[in-house]
């Protein structure tokens, strides 16, 4: 008997993991792997522009205005790519946009000039821009609701792992064998990530969504409206009014943008910092810069996972507190981590002040998810991508500022009142959450998605 009664507390598990991952975990562990070898791909640049700038003697304005340039091609291609997400087979598309990636690659090896390289990293931008709404609407299709956060944590902290290991490896490999090496070697990972994704099942769209109402109305499990899918989708300019009228994304996206504004100025300039201000080697730059931020991105993303997860249904617009209070303590944190003197203090900061602003980055991901429509969800990302593009300007500036000043410590500091920003302007979203996320979740289980 006591054998019999212990076997539902045995089973218990095994059926919530098939009720919040239904899919498996393999199919964010491919997701993830896309964002890994594209931001592992990007990242090499900031550790290779010293070798490019000996090689092609551009400015630090021109070194920053390449990132401008890479973000404002892959806005033109932002919402075509939403609205293919929101109607393609999202597993295809991922599979074809990842391998035609992988070959592009070798286009920058290829360079023989500046300009060359310039128009390269540009076509390289619109391809990873296509990819990333299908990445996005696949994990909130994927697995449960009420561990988006989680899901996406993992998703943003391994990405950001992937930022640092580039910058390891461009700085390593570029010292070592060059920096045209540095892209060589990364096209059959690319090619391999790509296969994967053409071998995943693709989910019902708005299917985690339907099954969060019938978890909270078990009597509308009869209701053949709770999974049926729309039976036609809106042109994509009424799309982009639908999203528009959600508050609480239209805020989230405008913090987002300033803060991501500061951050990609940081980042991108990073180990060149190191290699001028220390005077490392542009290898040690990249491994140092990479060490610094990389793990404290991964812990405040692990943190802010869980810290999502528990603080969702239970604080008031918890996943917005969560991600906007994260940026403004971090941003403060990162004032004195400019002012550090010594390699060892600066860094230390740096790294204390990268955990605290990474809680943000999956539970404002998970919070602009929440509150789009399923099959809205690829335009809204789409949209988050063109608004985040303001952040490509942050390089440029830092550029700017210190071929003025001669000092990218100087520079550095322009970008602390967007980095503050950001994080007030997120927080005047926890007021609409609640009631924005609701009627995401209506919208699941009615085809008309009232609003």
Known sequence: MAGIMARPRRAAPDAERRRVAPYGWWPLVVIILVSVVDRLESSVLGAILPLLQDEWGFSDTAGGSLSAAISIAGTAVALPAGYLADRADRTRLLAVVVALWSVITLGSALAISFAMFYATRIVLAAADSIDNPSQVSLLADYYAVEARAKVMGWHRMVAFAGMGLGTIYGGLIGDWLGWRAVFWLIVVPGLVVAWWCHRLPEPRRGEADAAAVLA?????????????????????????????????????????????????????????????????????????????????????????????????????????????????????????????????????????????????????????????????RGVGFSLLGIFTTFGAFGPMLVGAISDATGSLRVAFGGLLVPMLLGGLISMLARSSYEADAARALDAAVDRRERW
């Not at 499990?221 to 809106?234: K, T, W, Y």
């Not at 603080?311 to 994260?326: D, Q, Y």
């Not at 010594?342 to 998970?366: E, G």
């Open 216 to 376: 909270r109305a078990p009597g509308r499990a009869g209701d053949p409206a709770v999974l049926e899918q729309p039976s036609g989708l809106r042109p994509l300019w009424e799309q982009v009014k639908v999203v528009a009228r959600i508050r609480s994304v239209v805020v989230l996206y405008s913090g987002l943008a300033t803060l991501f504004f500061a951050l990609f100025g940081i980042l991108f300039w990073l180990p060149t910092f190191y290699h001028r201000e220390y005077g490392l080697e542009v290898g040690a730059a990249g491994v140092v810069a990479a060490l610094v931020t990389t793990p404290g991105v991964v812990l405040g993303t692990g943190i802010g996972g869980l810290l999502g997860r528990r603080w969702h249904g239970v604080v008031r617009g918890g996943r917005v507190l969560a991600g906007a209070g994260a940026l403004v303590l971090g941003s403060a944190m990162a004032v004195p981590s400019l002012l550090g003197q010594t390699i060892l203090v600066q860094s230390a900061l740096l790294f204390l002040a990268a955990t605290i602003m990474s809680i943000a980055i999956p539970n404002l991901q998970a919070a602009i998810a929440d509150c789009l429509p399923a099959h809205q």
